[in-house]
């Protein structure tokens, strides 16, 4: 395990082997002196240099110092391996005693040890290679001759009865050393092409890790604050709810204590009403006149007139709660919550750019492909099925198949225009192709002073204007919901249209006069 552990430390990032002849650069990472070679010859040309190990920079290309240490780790490291007759390649003349093999001829299809390689043929036809068992596999299975060449059109190695004689006469041909380094160079290439990826990708998650970290450091006192935001949005609700019950329940209390009042009122009437006939029934002249609480009885008048006024009020009171009030404003608070759901849900706008191929030949569209304009003079543009004809409209190049999304505009440079979403199959020419006048697409519309909401050819009039001169339109693939927002403050709801959706939907813009721009925005909810 450790020698498997050293070896990994001992290995060049580039060609991934043990290294050769070490060399390190000024960041203080070591590669194979011919590997950092290749790799400084291809940055050439770019401005600049850099390591492919941790992409520091250098606006010279960097001098090559030899780390000796870490040749002599190498040096002993590969001393200390097993010998190589853990290969099971001997040679094959020495038969008292095995000895490892150090070459292998194809020709003669023997492996040799350093002394019989010294006393073998060494011409031409003698083809010598690494120690193998396998020699077979090096020669042509048709003709059993040695592979020497490669055919390009066939991409197979071939002998040179192949060549003249076989199936590949005529294909062009490649030694294949010569073969054997283009491929290296092409891997070379792809080599260099997963570093920068494998880079790109660590600094990627680098980003990410340290943005979770903010992240987890913000999550604390952002809990913290939602809670005591929700802790006291349920105590004032739970609040209201008591006090509305409270009066409700009143209502019928108020009655009940003026109903007592009122009886015990009548029972003092008739009290009174009493004593005055049985002072009304009596003969003796002086027992009436020396009666004391007669001003007492005959003041009739007592208490009337809030008699009255309190029997009205009662009569014509209708509770003294108003229960559509109450629902209204609950309804906007459910409102302003699926707000904050939006809000909280949705990261940033989607990035839209104009399709200019879809453009009509009224529209200019700014070089950033942002801004929609009306022209009095014709573009010029060529007539393709993509275009809108003798209509003021374009689309996006971006389209949307799933997930949640939104983009704004700014509309305060027009007093005529429509804004929304399309299928990629709404009509290109006549009345049927502006936005909204179809079953395709979904649009806000300005006339002059005029706000309507369209679709299927369908205007819904909308109740107020738009304040902000800045729109948002929300889309939510999946719930088939298109929704339109005014982005005054607080942001006002203006109309949602609600469907399944069978094609994926493109931003739409139409304009007369005057222009629209699309405003900034990166990414998906």
Not at 213 to 232: H, I, M, P, Q, Y
Not at 285 to 308: I, K
Request: proline share 3%.
């Amino acid at each position: 395990m450790a020698s498997a552990n050293l070896s990994a430390e001992l290995e060049c990032s580039v060609c991934l082997n043990i290294y050769t002849d070490p060399v390190n650069l000024r960041c203080g990472h070591n590669f194979c002196r011919v590997c950092i070679d290749r790799v400084l010859d291809t940055q050439e040309g770019s401005g600049e240099y850099s390591c492919p190990e941790c992409r520091e920079k250098f606006p010279d290309r960097p001098a090559l110092q030899r780390n000796i240490t870490l040749r002599n780790i190498v040096g002993n490291f590969l001393s200390a391996q097993p010998d190589r007759e853990e290969s099971g390649v001997f040679c094959t003349y020495c038969v008292d005693s095995p000895v490892p093999a150090v070459r292998s001829c194809l020709l003669c299809e023997v492996s040799l040890c350093d002394k019989h390689l010294k006393v073998h043929k060494k011409s031409p036809e003698h083809v010598l290679c690494d120690p193998t068992l396998s020699m077979e596999s090096r020669k042509c299975s048709v003709h059993k001759k040695i592979l020497e060449y490669y055919c390009t059109e066939d991409d197979s190695c071939i002998c040179v009865s192949c060549c003249m004689i076989g199936g590949h006469k005529g294909h062009e041909m490649e030694s294949l050393d010569e073969a054997s380094e283009k491929k290296k160079e092409t891997l070379r290439n792809v080599l260099q092409n997963l570093l920068i990826k494998r880079e790109e990708t660590e600094e990627r998650v680098q980003s990410l890790q340290e943005h979770r970290r903010k992240v987890g450091e913000e999550a604390s006192g952002d809990t913290e604050r939602v809670t005591a935001l929700f802790r006291d949005l349920r105590r004032r609700l739970e609040d209201l709810e008591k006090r509305i019950l409270r009066d409700i329940s009143g209502r019928a209390e108020r009655i009940s204590i003026s109903i007592r009042d009122l009886e015990i009122k009548k029972e003092e009437l008739s009290r009174k009403l009493r004593h005055i006939e049985e002072l009304c029934n009596m003969t003796d002249p002086l027992t009436v006149l020396q009666e004391s609480d007669t001003g007492d009885l005959c003041d009739t008048e007592d208490g009337d007139n809030e008699d009255r006024e309190r029997h009205e009020e009662l009569l014509h009171d209708g509770g003294g709660l108003d229960v559509d009030r109450i629902s209204h404003t609950l309804h906007t608070l459910s409102d302003i919550i699926t707000e904050v759901n939006v809000s909280f849900y949705i990261q940033g706008a989607a990035d839209i750019l104009l399709d200019v191929n879809t453009a009509g030949n009224n529209l200019h569209i700014s070089d950033d492909r942002k801004t929609v304009s009306w022209s009095d003079r014709e573009q010029n543009r060529p007539e393709t099925p993509e275009r809108f004809q003798n209509c003021p409209q374009v689309l996006s190049s971006r389209s949307f198949s799933s997930g949640r999304h939104y983009w704004e505009v700014d509309v305060g440079g027009s007093d005529w225009w429509i804004v929304g979403m399309c299928y990629p199959s709404i009509e290109r020419r006549g009345g049927q192709s502006v936005i909204g006048n179809n079953k395709k697409s979904w649009g806000l519309d300005r006339t002059g002073d005029q706000y309507l909401a369209r679709d299927d050819s369908k205007w819904i009039p909308l109740p107020s204007n738009i304040s902000s001169n800045r729109v948002r339109i929300d889309l939510d693939y999946e719930v088939g919901r298109i929704s339109f927002y005014d982005l005054c403050d607080p942001i006002r709801h203006l109309h949602t249209f609600t469907t399944t959706f069978t094609e994926p939907l493109h931003a739409g813009i139409y304009v007369y006069k005057g222009c629209v721009k699309i405003c900034g925005g990166n990414q998906e909810m």
